[in-house]
């Protein structure tokens, strides 16, 4: 016979309720109000603004869209894609892996007028594809565009392998020779692969998006370069570019953007802040953050976008690299080219 609790047990039951502050409570009904006033009202497309939206923003309206995702894009979407935005140019930035695990990654739907360029890291060069993923005979590594021609550029900025080498370049010599053993054979001992591997996840959690953040302007500066060569180009304009929720290397990419256009910091950290609810809108737990399995991340860490990320991700930029035009010269985006990307974006 089952026994009931008595009043006393039952109010010894401890239900821990998420509590927060009014200020807290006051910044998540900004941003939903702002998310309603500037996101593009998709469906399955997710965090989809034009960078025009961003207050003080001098970007021409329609030139450059930043968003998550395309692939899966329902019918309402593409229609929004052709006929309102006219997107010309499509950059992905996700990294292989993320790639092969996306069942949409080359759904005709979205995709079918659209010519295929991947960017190769190791000779800054860039094939031009088929739609079987053959190398096109004339384009012979080389990029020629018409003033109508389509095109999906595939431009893998991270990757987990970038992650690690730069995290363990942080960590203290000791830690990491503590995980390997100090034996030369230790390496190849998959125990010893899972201890560097869970120095790295410590590191990286403990760092959260900001070291995230950190090491995506470090060890993707060749793909960032690549990114602002295109978008500097007008006729491939209007471009949408994207990683899976449109939040870290997209976010990142739209502030050196932003930043570089003179738009204030307050303002690009507030846009950054539009993008905090969004893995929760997608509801795939399969997705990756900045490349990484989400699996092995700690979600309050990295799953929002919390305006003290931005903040300190814009005030890293101006301790090393001196200013945002600094980090373009380091990642050899000089003053030219620079020009040439105002000379295209400004309205």
Known sequence: MLKSHSESEVSDVHIEIPTFTAEEIAQKEKT??????RNIPFDDIKNARDLSSTKDSPVKTGAVIRMGKVSSASDKDINILENELKVKTFVDL???????????????????????????????????FDEGWHIHPKSKCKLTVDG??????????????????????KIRKRDLAKALLKSPAAIVSKTVRFKVKDVFLSEINSGGLPMLNELLLSQGAPGIKRVLQIMSDKSRHPIGFYCTAGKDRTGVIAAIIL???????????????????????MNDHTAM????????????????????????TLANIKNTYGSVEGYLD?????????KKLRDALLA
């Open 148 to 169: 109508e021609r389509k095109e999906r550029h595939f431009v893998s900025i991270m990757n987990e392998f970038k992650y690690v080498k730069g995290t363990l370049s």
């Open 32 to 37: 939903k109000l702002l998310c309603e006033e």
């Open 94 to 128: 996700r990294s292989p892996t993320e790639l092969k695990e996306d069942p949409s990654l080359n759904d005709d739907k979205v995709f079918k007028d659209f010519r295929t360029i991947i960017w190769k890291e190791r000779t800054e060069s860039s094939c031009e």
């Open 289 to 312: 953050v900045g490349a990484l399995n989400q699996r092995n991340l700690d979600p309050k860490a990295f799953l929002g976008a919390p305006p003290h990320v931005m903040k300190d």
């Open 330 to 338: 380091y990642i050899g985006f000089g003053e030219d080219e620079r």
């Open 259 to 281: 930043s570089v256009l003179g738009v204030a910091d307050e303002d690009i950290i507030e846009d950054y802040s539009l993008s905090a609810n969004v893995y929760a809108e």
